[in-house]
């Protein structure tokens, strides 16, 4: 659709310009707000007529603006923030902070978005923040932030430990500014005892055959076994006497 701005749209035009926008945006914002008109035969017709007075009325609107800017620029407001030992704050001072200092103490009325802030205000000390009232008109707005108390000491970030070699240690040469490494000597293994021979020399030296074969049960465990009580021998002894004769 196109529409004849009254007013200057970002991203769309100046006033007096006719533009050509979505219709929907021009339906639910443009319209209604009364920043554009529809651009259709009669609208068109008045365009010059309508096109002196938004003229006029930019020349009044910049009147106006330098008048504020006289008043404004150089003003100075402060804050006090709790901060820490390098000056940084334990927060931050935003635009909104802003407009509400000078309303409280200078009592203007501002635009938060009209403050041109890269980023909110976290450092102790005089800040110069601009403040763009009209296109080519600006004015300086000072912002002291103090320190409120002492300043807070800041504690150091935990060092990160890198992955260390087990057997060598990093070691600067403060003479030549090389690295060096030195290598932590291993533990020394203990020799066999000559006295005992191998486990494979003690099998094949001394078991035989027979005895190679492994334990089982507890004996493999290395429970210790009770000792066996001796058999009892339960066949009847024989008597001393010799048998009767039968025939007697």
Same mark, same amino acid.
């Given at each position: 659709?196109?529409?004849? #701005? #009254? /007013? $200057?749209v970002v991203?769309?035009?100046?006033?007096? $310009?006719?533009? /050509?926008?979505?219709?929907?945006? @021009?339906?639910?914002k443009l319209l209604?707000?009364?920043?554009?008109? +529809?651009?259709?035969k009669t609208n068109m017709k008045t365009l010059e007529h309508r096109r002196a007075k938004i003229a006029a009325k930019k020349t009044a609107d910049k /009147?106006? @603006?330098q008048i504020l800017a006289d008043k404004l620029d150089g003003k100075q407001i402060g804050f006090t923030a709790k901060a820490g030992e390098s000056g940084k704050l334990f927060g931050s001072i935003t635009a909104a902070d802003i407009v509400t200092s000078v309303k409280e103490n200078l009592g203007f009325e501002l635009d938060r978005r009209k403050f041109i802030l890269d980023s909110p205000l976290k +450092?102790?000390?005089?800040? $110069?923040v601009r403040y763009r009232i009209y296109p080519g008109v600006e004015a300086i707005v000072k912002v002291r932030i103090? @320190? $409120?108390?002492? #300043?807070?000491?800041?504690e150091?970030?935990?060092e990160e430990e890198g992955p260390r070699d087990t057997y060598a240690d990093e070691v600067l040469d403060a003479d030549e500014g090389e690295t060096m490494y030195t290598v932590a000597p291993k533990a020394a293994e203990e020799p066999a005892d000559e006295d005992e021979p191998a486990e494979e020399d003690r099998r094949g030296d001394i078991l035989s055959p027979a005895d190679e074969e492994e334990p089982v049960g507890d004996a493999v465990l290395g429970v210790p076994q009770e000792a066996e009580e001796p058999a009892v021998d339960e066949t009847p002894e024989a008597d001393d006497e010799p048998p009767a004769d039968e025939n007697d």
């Open positions: 659709m196109k529409v004849i #701005l #009254l /007013e $200057d991203g769309a035009g100046h006033a007096g $310009d006719v533009v /050509e926008v979505a219709n929907g945006y @021009a339906r639910n209604p707000s009364g920043i554009a008109i +529809e651009a259709n /009147e106006m @603006a +450092e102790i000390g005089l800040h $110069d103090s @320190a $409120d108390g002492e #300043l807070v000491a800041e150091a970030p935990p």
